[in-house]
Each structure stands twice: as C-alpha cells, then as structure tokens.
C-alpha cells in the first residue's frame, strides 16, 4: 500500500478547493511540501486551478508551520491555508 | 524554569462562547503577590461600511499550540509571571469582544509591551481567518493587512 497523508484545507482555500479534508496517496519520489505540490497539480485539475492562482498559501505540516522544503512521510497531516487574519 | 511550572503560568482557551474579563483577571492575579500590574487587550468586532458580524474559522490544536509557544516566548521575553490568551471562534455581531489577551508582572512596563507583543504576533501567527459578513449580504474573507505584517514582524 502507498504511503498516505491527511490534507486539511481552511478559510478561503477550503471553499475554492471544495473540501476541507482528504487522504493522498503519495508517489514514492514525494519526500517535500514541494514535491507534494507538483504531484498534486498534476494529478488534480481542481486543485491546479487553485493552487495556480493562490499566490500567498501558507502551510504547516504536522501543525507546525512551514515551507517548499519541509520533508513530509507517511501519516504526516499536511495543512494548506490563506495568510492568517486573527485578532 | 521547567516548562511544566511555565503552562501553570499560562492560560490558553479557543472558544465560541463569551469570556468574563473580570473572572480572567482574577485568575491571573491569584499567581501570587509579586504581580505589580496587568496589560490588558480586548479586540471588539468594529462595525462600519455596512458590517453585521465576523466569521471565525481556526485550526484546531493547531491554533492552541501557537498560542502556548507564543505566550511561552512572551513569558521569558518581558519575565512575566502569568498571561491569558482567549480567542472567539464562530459568528461574532458587531460590537462583540473578539480576544482578550492580559499580561501580568511586576511593573507596568513589561505588562504593557508583553499585551502589545502578544497581539500584534497573533494577528499573523496563530491560525485563524476571519470572513466578514455585510447587510446586502456580500461575504468576504479578510486579506491580511501589510501593516500587520510589519507589526508583528517588528517584535
């Protein structure tokens, strides 16, 4: 069985992505938040259309926040959201 | 100072319901007799071109986590002795309290710049989004503002 990751989605990113969370299957060579993103764009029409006109997506892996090259693995949850707004 | 005599310090709460400011305060002073004043900060919901009310979105334990490691760096940063983080989340009308942040140490000057350090660091860096919701029925979601940004980055 392929390696899976939890994908959670908030805010304006969760509306246009039409889902607030899903499990991916990763490809074997998926090893950063980057590669993650190529593979999904790739694969996913809905998710190219968002992800090509996003220009400010923050991400946390594992509810940490971090970038292109933060490594992701197997069980690891995944969070793509709009720059925060709280206060 | 181990980090368990830290988190009895430090009150963190993530809630749709309406906080008592009075009651907070005075969970914070029985800390102890060393507290010498307080910082306080209540965010309102400010109305104004036609706003009824904010939507708060969060990202559960997440968002809890970020406040605790925030309030932790304030807490060594300005020696305080206790700060308490409340956050709404939900549908919250104009004129409604948002957040409450209060900082409590021995004198005034590390109370206040602690209350301002915590807010301007949780506008950008604790994961929430607000959506506004106006009479015609228009809903937005905020953008973050660039003067924000420059506040929270200034710390």
Same mark, same amino acid.
């Given at each position: 069985?392929?390696?899976?990751?939890?994908?959670?989605?908030?805010? $304006?990113?969760?509306? !246009?992505?039409?889902?607030?969370?899903?499990?991916?299957?990763? $490809?074997?060579?998926?090893?950063?938040?980057?590669?993650?993103?190529?593979?999904?764009? !790739?694969?996913?029409?809905?998710?190219?259309?968002?992800?090509? !006109?996003?220009?400010?997506?923050?991400?946390?892996?594992?509810?940490?926040?971090?970038?292109?090259?933060?490594?992701? !693995?197997? =069980?690891?949850?995944?969070?793509?959201?709009?720059?925060?707004? =709280?206060? | 100072?181990?980090?368990?005599?830290?988190?009895?310090?430090?009150?963190? *709460? *993530?809630?749709?319901?309406?906080?008592?400011?009075?009651?907070?305060?005075? #969970? /914070?002073?029985?800390?102890?007799?060393?507290?010498? +004043?307080?910082?306080?900060? /209540? +965010?309102? *919901? #400010? +109305?104004?071109?036609?706003?009824?009310?904010?939507?708060?979105?969060?990202?559960?334990?997440?968002?809890?986590?970020?406040?605790?490691?925030?309030?932790?760096?304030?807490?060594?940063?300005?020696?305080?002795?206790?700060?308490?983080?409340?956050? #709404?989340?939900?549908? /919250? &009308?104009?004129?409604?309290?948002?957040?409450?942040?209060? &900082?409590?140490?021995?004198?005034?000057?590390? &109370?206040?710049?602690?209350? #301002? %350090?915590?807010?301007?660091? /949780?506008?950008?860096?604790?994961?929430?989004?607000?959506?506004?919701? %106006?009479?015609?029925?228009?809903?937005?979601? *905020?953008?973050?503002?660039?003067?924000?940004?420059?506040? &929270?980055? +200034?710390?």
């Amino acid at each position: 069985m392929n390696d899976t990751v939890t994908v959670l989605y908030f805010a $304006a990113l969760r509306e !246009q992505v039409g889902r607030s969370s899903e499990a991916v299957a990763l $490809a074997p060579d998926v090893l950063t938040v980057k590669d993650f993103l190529t593979m999904r764009r !790739q694969e996913d029409a809905a998710f190219e259309a968002v992800f090509s !006109q996003s220009s400010r997506v923050r991400v946390a892996v594992n509810k940490v926040i971090g970038d292109l090259s933060t490594p992701i !693995q197997n =069980g690891d949850e995944i969070a793509f959201f709009p720059p925060m707004t =709280g206060g | 100072m181990s980090r368990q005599e830290n988190t009895s310090r430090i009150r963190i *709460v *993530v809630q749709s319901s309406l906080f008592d400011m009075g009651a907070e305060t005075s #969970r /914070l002073l029985a800390l102890g007799p060393g507290i010498g +004043g307080l910082g306080s900060f /209540l +965010g309102v *919901v #400010r +109305g104004g071109d036609g706003l009824v009310a904010l939507e708060l979105e969060h990202y559960p334990g997440m968002c809890e986590q970020s406040l605790a490691v925030l309030a932790e760096e304030a807490l060594l940063r300005f020696s305080l002795i206790g700060c308490t983080i409340i956050h #709404r989340v939900g549908r /919250l &009308a104009v004129g409604e309290p948002i957040v409450l942040v209060l &900082a409590a140490a021995a004198h005034r000057g590390e &109370a206040l710049d602690a209350t #301002r %350090f915590l807010i301007d660091r /949780l506008k950008t860096g604790a994961p929430f989004w607000k959506a506004e919701e %106006f009479s015609d029925g228009r809903r937005v979601w *905020v953008e973050s503002r660039q003067e924000d940004e420059a506040a &929270a980055a +200034g710390w």
